[in-house]
């Protein structure tokens, strides 16, 4: 009688597979994120707004230690694996403990080596909202709105709750993570990617991963696909003349979007949230065709008209 193998147990067979996921560590990955972004920022025309993000990425390296690992529902991941769906949707799991992410990294910001003093009211005013207003535009945030009065205080929060969404995720074992459909959004927490990043080192060494933004989980797509429709046809790069092909953007004839697929092989510290960031003139350049932005960065919100109520 013949056993069939389930889809982790042919990889584990395969001596010369590739990983299907690759999960964040997150002892390290904001403090590295913070020092890409100081090294992009010089000569960058946004010099100051990538600083400015690098302080708050130390902030998240700091918060992140003082977190515990998260308990995980078996039952949840049986469920998630069953349907192919993906495992814990970030709007649908918001854990209470990114409040407490946010005060400790409000207070970071706050101390010396923190923000400038023209905007740490800024930070009080976030420190004032409470705990059903923070929730509620964190839900808006993870769904990609957020109103022209929050835009300041959007990317503190996003931070604090990428810090609680990626301790999350390294808490999973690939194992744990369904394989699902589509396959264009994160199969931990339904987000979408940010970029999509050419991995060097070990197994992963020239395989294409969409990074997800809000949780930092990476998993495989190959090249040829659209990594926002999964159309192998049409797909074309795009960069800026003279600034090299580390990071370019991947433009799809079939849906009109473009994703930036950022190349470790071209510049091995290439990061794909900070380098999605650090090339800002590329977006304004993208913005003159056709090609419409598939997925925002988390960090760098761009606010959205409020209804405005009818005079009686």
Same mark, same amino acid.
């Given at each position: ?60 390296? =700091?918060?992140? !230690? %003082?977190?515990?690992?998260?308990? $995980? #529902? *078996?039952? @949840?991941?049986?469920? /998630? ?10 709007? =649908?799991?918001? !854990? %209470?403990?990114?409040?407490?992410? $946010? #005060? *400790?990294? @409000?207070?970071?910001? /706050? ?202």
């Amino acid at each position: 009688m013949q056993r069939i193998l389930q889809p982790g147990e042919i990889e584990a067979l395969d001596h010369t597979s590739f990983p299907r996921v690759i999960l964040p560590v997150p002892a390290g990955l904001f403090a590295e994120r913070a020092a890409r972004l100081r090294q992009l920022a010089e000569g960058n025309p946004i010099a100051d707004y990538l600083q400015f993000v690098a302080k708050i990425m130390d902030a998240q390296h =700091e918060a992140v !230690a %003082s977190l515990s690992p998260p308990e $995980l #529902d *078996a039952a @949840l991941i049986a469920s /998630a694996q069953q349907h192919s769906m993906p495992l814990l949707p970030a709007v =649908e799991h918001i !854990a %209470s403990a990114w409040q407490e992410v $946010l #005060d *400790a990294m @409000l207070d970071t910001l /706050a101390g010396a080596e923190g923000l400038p003093a023209p905007l740490q009211p800024l930070l009080q005013e976030l420190r004032g909202l409470d705990t059903e207003a923070r929730d509620d535009i964190a839900r808006k945030l993870l769904q990609k709105e957020v109103a022209a009065r929050h835009v300041g205080m959007a990317p503190f929060i996003m931070a604090a709750l990428q810090v609680t969404f990626t301790q999350r995720a390294a808490s999973l074992s690939v194992q744990d993570v369904p394989y699902t459909d589509p396959a264009t959004i994160c199969p931990v927490c339904a987000s979408e990617p940010v970029a999509s990043v050419i991995r060097i080192g070990g197994k992963a060494a020239g395989h294409r991963y969409l990074h997800c933004g809000t949780c930092a989980c990476e998993w495989q797509m190959v090249r040829v696909k659209c990594s926002h429709c999964e159309s192998t046809k049409g797909i074309h790069y795009q960069g800026i003349d003279g600034a090299g092909e580390a990071v370019l953007a991947e433009t799809c004839d079939e849906c009109g979007s473009y994703r930036k697929i950022v190349n470790q092989e071209k510049d091995a510290l290439a990061d794909p949230l900070a380098d999605d960031l650090a090339t800002l003139m590329l977006d304004l350049l993208m913005s003159e065709t056709r090609f419409e932005r598939a997925s925002p960065n988390p960090l760098l919100f761009v606010a959205v008209a409020e209804p405005q109520e009818e005079n009686s």
